[in-house]
């Protein structure tokens, strides 16, 4: 994973340590894996951030950020990462979540009572619950796995190619 491009759209260590509204984190922003490109510290906020991104649960952002310090992974990473789910893409992706929790769980699809509204929602909840979050908690482990095992491989990746260029222009330049 080129640190470069991350670094043009992360914010700098030091503007986040200066902020007024994160100073109540005090010293927890200290820790060098919060703030710092590494392939530990990317992989574990694209994991927490996609685990979180895929719980029905409102501030996201705030139980990804707590997540990835209890991790220590990158926190404006793994901040950002929850923001696959927005609200666009929510309903598609909450609804295959919902689909894969009666998959699991055995039951059959509901006939022609569905609709996509906040009324049948609230009137359906405890027949839905069960299977909604089933399905969401294996889609955001599967998620977060594969994120994870995903970073670093291509984080590995680049590193070896990175090598190997470094490599052959040295072999260019003296090809004893």
Known sequence: MPRKLLKRFLPDPQTIRNRKELR?????LDDPYLLHLNRRSVAGAAASGLFVAFLPTPGQMLI????????????????MTVWI?????????????????????????PGAGFQPSLEWFWEQLNSIWQPFLLGCFVVGTIAAVTAFLAVHLLW?????????????????????
């Open 64 to 79: 990804a950020a707590a997540l990835a310090i209890m991790v220590r992974a990158n926190l404006p990473l793994a901040v």
């Open 24 to 28: 109540f984190l005090g010293r927890l």
């Open 156 to 176: 590995r990746l680049h590193v070896v190619r990175a090598h190997k260029r470094r490599r052959a222009r040295r072999l260019e330049r003296d090809p004893r």
């Open 85 to 109: 789910t927005n609200p666009i893409t929510m309903p598609p992706i909450f609804y295959s979540c919902y689909r894969l929790g009666l998959w699991l769980l055995g039951r059959p699809v």
